[in-house]
C-alpha cells in the first residue's frame, strides 16, 4: 500500500511541477506579448498623433486663414486637443485589431494567458466565452 502512495505522491509531484513550469512559459510569453504590443501601440498612436497634427494645421490655415491670431490660436488648441484623443483611440483600435490579427496568425491561443487573450476577443467571442462558462 505503501509503495503505491509514493508512487502517486511521485506523479502528482511532476505533474504539479510541470504545470508551474507550463505557467511560467505562459507568463512569460504573454508578458513578452504585452511588451513588443505596448511598444508598437505607443508607435502607432505617435503616427496617427503626427497625422491629425498636420490636419489640424491644414485645417486651421484653411479656415482659420484670415481671422485674427486669437481665434487661430484658440482653433489650434481645440483641433490639437481633439488630434491628441483622436490619435489615443485610433491608435488603440488598431492596436487591438493587429493583436487579433497576430494571435490568430501565429496561433497564439494555446501559448498566451487566458487574460491577455481576452483583452483581444471581439464583443461576441467575449459574449460566447461567458456564456458558455456560465452555462456549466
Not at 504573454?30 to 505617435?46: D, H, K, R
Not at 490655415?61 to 490660436?73: K, M, N, P
Not at 489650434?76 to 485610433?90: E, R, T
Request: net charge positive; proline share 0%; glycine share 6%.
Amino acid at each position: 500500500m505503501n509503495g503505491q502512495m509514493d508512487e502517486l505522491d511521485e506523479k502528482e509531484r511532476e505533474k504539479r511541477k510541470n504545470d508551474k513550469i507550463d505557467y511560467r512559459q505562459r507568463q512569460n510569453k504573454s508578458n513578452a506579448f504585452l511588451f513588443v504590443g505596448t511598444i508598437c501601440e505607443i508607435i502607432l498612436s505617435a503616427t496617427f498623433f503626427f497625422i491629425y497634427f498636420i490636419l489640424s494645421v491644414l485645417i486651421v490655415q484653411h479656415l482659420f486663414g484670415g481671422a485674427s491670431e486669437d481665434t487661430q490660436s484658440l482653433a489650434f488648441n481645440i483641433f490639437l486637443i481633439i488630434s491628441f484623443v483622436g490619435c489615443l483611440v485610433s491608435g488603440f483600435f488598431v492596436y487591438r485589431k493587429l493583436g487579433r490579427l497576430v494571435i490568430k496568425k501565429w496561433k497564439l491561443e494555446n501559448t498566451l494567458r487566458e487574460d491577455v487573450l481576452n483583452q483581444f476577443k471581439t464583443h461576441k467571442e467575449f459574449k460566447a466565452d461567458y456564456e458558455k462558462k456560465h452555462s456549466r
